[in-house]
């Protein structure tokens, strides 16, 4: 028997069935691949942000988190942007109402007068406006008066003359509530006429009084007063005791503290003028690098080291220099820190100034600064 040729089956690569998860359902992937992801427009229909922040927590999908976060900063965005336009419209709306209260009802009122020669070669005309605003409560008037007077002449050549004035004045008035509130407001008003009325003539009566005394020279005026002042201290007919009451009671000349910081602020400019390197104009910043103080102890001692080795970007040495060479030859105690003044771009000035306060009582020692009591 003729046999039939063996039909040989292909076999075909197996279907990749995807891992179900938990025993999930073949309907239930069907579901999940026919979700879609998540739709920009969609996002922005939800206007509620808790949502958008429940659904970031439960997605994993970092494309589904970036879209709900730009959703959620769309939506603050448009809610503020919202407030924003409500609040405008609510400043508008009160602004608005302000200026309708202010404005309240305005009626203005014009009456023109006109007056001619008999000939006709001259003509006068005057103007007058009246505007009344009345505020929307009815508690304020506001009258404003305006003048308009304009006049024109003809000459027998036929050229014109014309001039035009322009006045106006204003006055506003507050209505009160009641009959009561007028009389307590008339009352108040002849108060103060009648206190400003009583001020007028005590000052006329003093200016009165004043030109009316004779005229004292002054020998006389001294002579009153220590008069006065030996009355005040005990009416002692010693001068010795009058003259001790007349110097005590004098405190003109005594020094205060600004001006003792000035003159020792002028003493130090002084002596160290000419110096290179030294602008000496306050007790901070001019003493930053070392080159004043080093001035200064040079002029009272040149030969303790050579200025013109210095220069201002050394910092640290100049300070060294300039506090030990003081202390050495002045004994004047190292008040400041090299240390701090090197960390210190601009240093305290009440230590520098009780620094130098301390030199120049040194040298006043040593006889190097002559003052008035030595």
């Keep these: 028997m003729p046999m039939e040729p063996e039909v040989v089956e292909q076999p075909q690569a197996p279907k990749l069935e995807p891992e179900l998860p938990n025993g999930m359902e073949k309907v239930q992937v069907r579901e999940l691949e026919r979700r879609s992801k998540l739709n920009v427009e969609e996002l922005n229909r939800i206007e509620d942000e808790d949502v958008l922040d429940k659904m970031l927590d439960r997605t994993t999908d970092f494309e589904e988190r970036r879209l709900i976060r730009n959703a959620m900063r769309e939506l603050r965005q448009r809610k503020r942007d919202q407030r924003e336009k409500e609040r ?20 203005e009122t014009t009456t023109t007068q006109s007056t001619q020669s008999a000939d006709g070669s001259a003509r ?70 009648a206190a400003l009325e009583r001020r007028q003539a005590e000052k006329k009566k003093e200016l009165m009084k004043a030109q009316s005394l004779p005229k004292t020279s002054a020998s006389q005026a001294r002579k009153a007063m220590m008069e006065k002042l030996q009355k005040e201290g005990g009416s002692s007919p010693n001068p010795a005791v009058a003259r001790t009451a007349v110097q005590r009671s004098s405190s003109f000349g005594v020094p ?35 080159m004043a103080f080093c001035a200064l102890v040079h002029n009272f001692f040149p030969e303790a080291f050579d200025y013109s080795q210095l220069t201002p970007q050394n910092r640290r040495h100049n300070f060294e220099v300039a506090f030990s060479s003081a202390e050495k030859h002045a004994d004047c105690p190292q008040l400041l820190d090299v240390e701090d003044m090197v960390r210190m771009r601009e240093p305290d000035w009440k230590c520098v100034y009780t620094y130098i306060q301390e030199f120049y009582r040194c040298l006043v020692q040593k006889g190097l600064v002559k003052t008035k009591k030595s």
Aim: hydrophobic share 25%; net charge positive.
């Design 124 to 193: 006068s005309t005057v103007t007058k406006t009246e505007r009344l605003v009345q505020s929307s409560d009815g508690t304020k008037t506001s009258r404003t008066t305006t003048m308009e007077s304009s006049f024109v002449k003809r000459s027998d050549d036929g050229n014109s003359t014309f001039v035009q004035t322009k006045s106006s004045y204003s006055s506003s008035s507050k209505k009160t509530g009641s009959i009561f509130d007028r009389e307590d407001e008339s009352v108040s008003r002849q108060s103060s006429l």
């Design 88 to 107: 405008d419209q609510r400043l508008q709306e009160m602004r608005s109402q302000a200026i309708a209260g202010r404005a309240g009802h305005a009626t």
């Design 256 to 290: 205060n503290a600004n001006s003792i910081k000035q003159m020792l602020l002028d003493w130090c400019r002084a002596k160290t003028r000419g110096y290179e390197h030294v602008d000496i104009q306050n007790f901070s910043s001019s003493w930053s690098d070392g």
